[in-house]
Every structure is written in C-alpha cells, then in structure tokens.
C-alpha cells in the first residue's frame, strides 16, 4: 500500500494492512516541514529461527513502531529524537515498512521454548 506524502495533514491518516499472521495497524500524520510521524502497532505471529538450535518457532509480536518519514533527504538530526526514513519518490511505502520492520525483529536474538 503506497500513500503519497503531501496529502497527509494535521488529520491522522489511519492505516492498516496485513502479511501472513502480522497486523501493521496505526496512523501518518503531518508533524513538521518535511516530516511525517508515523505510529504503529505490530501484533500477530512471526516465523523466525530459535539462535541457539536454529529450528524454526512462531514467535508472538507484540511492538510499538514510532518514527518519522521525511519526504526528501533530512538533514536536521539533532532535533529529532526518533529515527527518520526518507522517502525519495514523495511515497510511504507501508508494505515495504511493514517488511522492514518484520526483519528487523527477525535479526535480534530469539529462543524457542525447548532452548529457554
């Protein structure tokens, strides 16, 4: 699902949009110049790898995701304090953030129930 940028205003832009048996329910909305704050909750069932035996496990996903979409570069660090993901084609690409973030979790450390 691709939203454009310069339609999102001060009215939160709800959205919500599924992969396999993971939620990506939240809202956009206009913060600032360039910046659009996005806020989320990912929710469901994740397949992953156990790090210690490497056997596969469904692992329970329940996560905040806070963070800025600049539509073009951004060159302002020092006055945000979350992170920004610039946009370069004035887009929001939500199943490409939703994947991100599913891999971002899938990357960190986790034990299935027969290794804790």
Same mark, same amino acid.
């Given at each position: 699902? *691709? &939203? ?15 992969? =396999?048996?993971?939620?990506? %329910? @939240?809202?956009?909305? +206009?913060?600032? @110049? *360039? ?6 909750? /990912?929710? @469901? /069932?994740? =397949?992953?790898?156990?790090? *210690? ?6 692992? #329970? &996903? ?9 539509? @073009? ?10 992170? &920004? ?5 004035? #887009?929001?690409?939500?199943?490409? /953030? /939703? ?6 979790? %899938?990357?960190? +450390? ?5 290794? *804790?």
């Amino acid at each position: 699902m *691709k &939203v454009t940028l310069r339609k999102i205003n001060k009215t939160p832009l709800d959205f919500e949009i599924k992969s =396999n048996e993971i939620a990506f %329910k @939240g809202y956009l909305q +206009y913060h600032s @110049g *360039k910046l659009i704050l996005l806020k989320a909750d /990912l929710n @469901g /069932l994740l =397949n992953t790898e156990c790090s *210690k035996c490497g056997e596969e496990f469904e692992l #329970t &996903v329940d996560e905040k995701v806070e963070f800025f979409i600049s539509d @073009g570069l951004f060159s302002d660090e020092d006055s945000i304090d979350l992170d &920004v993901v610039e946009s370069f084609d004035s #887009t929001a690409d939500l199943d490409e /953030l /939703l994947n991100s973030e599913l891999e971002l979790i %899938k990357s960190d +450390y986790h034990s299935c129930e027969n290794c *804790k």
